[in-house]
């Protein structure tokens, strides 16, 4: 019952600002920024490693967004496909031979950085395969602007995305040091030249679970988080970052997955031992788009990824947790990440086993396993709702009542397996972990285009 109070007062937290959030994504002018001189300049930093499907269709929508001063800095992370041959073809790209590299931070000796004159935004930095972090560490050492922001070379942006997070961090520059966007799922959506035409839920089954988690995930979730300056991660896929405070961090830890996390609890950190005024925010109007694993292998890879990041996170930053000197992070998001997400795989599956046993052995009455079951069905269900609710209060994307539907639906469904099975991943991924296991796992893309097909006629 702990976890459920937590989760509906922090969905009473976005509640009580997605008005903000309607108000700032209908009302504002942020497309008068886009022409502005007022507004920071930015370096977005694209690590990609075998991304030869949709890398050209990613960079080119890049290359098109409504912004005024930023620039595109690929990172070929030593990708054995034709990732770097591509790019260079597509866009006539030449080795630089003075590229100006920085060593603000370490990272894998850079090979070469492409460039082309009639590209003058658009970098490519080839370097020896040393993990997604170090990659972003490298493209830092690169970048020109104050500001960075790490994009999955996988994504799509929407034109706005950009401009909308700079106005967010125009509002407070001095004290805002990362800001998250908002990740929703592309599969089943049409792709025209880089851009979510039409939105279309998932047509398969792993795809559509996901876009419900995220969903709630997001909406439900970081919106109240970032409310009370707790918010503990910054999605990988897209954020925005103040580079002089990345860079006095450390940058980016490499070794493990979980980078995204670890970036936002060391601003965490630095911020409150040195009593310095600071926000990690959250801009729910800020859209990227990405591809979800479609398989269950690809997706339990995943998941297993993020629960070896999770628990290595947990485990080097435990000094944390119920200490007052770290204020919301210290008191609540630590003790709520240790307890609720690191150890709540352990609390469920035991759990579950335990209600088996119990059945089997007849030692309790099936009814009040039955209340016990629909108490926790009903709270999650509601959970989901509420981040629905606030979909459709600030954004309305579901513009059918068949895709309303559809995501109902499936929100129910996910407890009858799809749930256990995350717990499960969870687990596997901390066994991975104590094995010394840091393999990242393949994930296999599809084109753009491909995505963007219609379901075949029975």
Not at 68 to 87: A, Q
Not at 160 to 182: C, F, H, K
Request: proline share 5%; aromatic share 12%.
């Amino acid at each position: 019952m702990t976890v459920n109070l937590i989760y509906f007062s922090i969905l009473a937290c976005s509640f009580r600002s997605i008005m903000t959030v309607f108000r700032r994504a209908a009302f504002s002018k942020y497309n008068t920024l886009s022409g502005s001189e007022l507004v920071p300049s930015v370096s977005l930093l694209v690590p990609a490693y075998n991304e030869e499907v949709t890398i050209i269709e990613n960079v080119k929508c890049l290359l098109t967004l409504n912004y005024p001063t930023y620039e595109v800095i690929v990172i070929n992370d030593g990708s054995p496909d034709n990732t770097l041959g591509v790019l260079c073809k597509e866009f006539e790209l030449e080795p630089m031979e003075s590229p100006g590299l920085r060593n603000a931070i370490d990272c894998e000796q850079v090979k070469a950085v492409y460039h082309n004159p009639k590209y003058p935004h658009l970098y490519v930095i080839d370097k020896p395969n040393g993990g997604k972090a170090d990659s972003l560490n490298a493209g830092i050492n690169l970048s020109h602007y104050p500001l960075i922001s790490s994009i999955d070379a996988d994504s799509l942006l929407e034109k706005d995305a950009l401009i909308r997070m700079a106005r967010m961090y125009m509002e407070n520059p001095e004290e805002t040091v990362a800001i998250g966007g908002d990740v929703r799922i592309a599969n089943g959506c049409v792709i025209e030249n880089g851009q979510v035409k039409s939105f279309s839920l998932p047509r398969k089954m792993w795809p559509m679970f996901q876009a419900v988690e995220y969903l709630k995930a997001f909406l439900g979730g970081r919106i109240g988080w970032s409310s009370i300056n707790g918010l503990i991660i910054v999605s990988g896929a897209f954020g925005m970052f103040r580079k002089d405070y990345v860079i006095a961090v450390g940058g980016y830890r490499g070794g493990y997955p979980g980078e995204d996390m670890n970036i936002i609890i060391k601003l965490h950190r630095y911020m409150l031992e040195n009593k310095l005024p600071y926000k990690v925010a959250f801009c729910p109007e800020a859209v990227c788009w990405t591809q979800a694993p479609d398989t269950y292998h690809i997706l339990s890879n995943q998941r297993k990824r993020w629960g070896r990041g999770n628990l290595k996170n947990m485990l080097e930053n435990y000094d944390m947790a119920f200490n007052p000197k770290y204020k919301v992070m210290g008191l609540l998001t630590m003790p709520y990440n240790i307890i609720f997400e690191a150890l709540n795989p352990y609390f469920k599956l035991t759990g579950l086993i335990a209600l088996i046993g119990y059945a089997m052995l007849d030692m309790t009455h099936w009814k009040i396993l039955a209340v016990f079951w629909a108490v926790n069905f009903v709270s999650g269900y509601l959970f989901s709702i509420g981040a629905f609710v606030l979909e459709e209060l600030a954004f309305k994307r579901f513009n059918r009542l068949a895709d309303l539907c559809k995501m109902l639906g499936f929100a129910a469904l996910k407890f009858f397996g799809y749930s256990q099975l995350g717990a499960l991943w969870r687990v596997q991924g901390h066994i991975q972990y104590l094995r010394n296991n840091n393999s990242w796992g393949a994930m296999t893309r599809q084109s753009w285009k491909e995505e963007s097909k219609p379901a075949k006629q029975a």
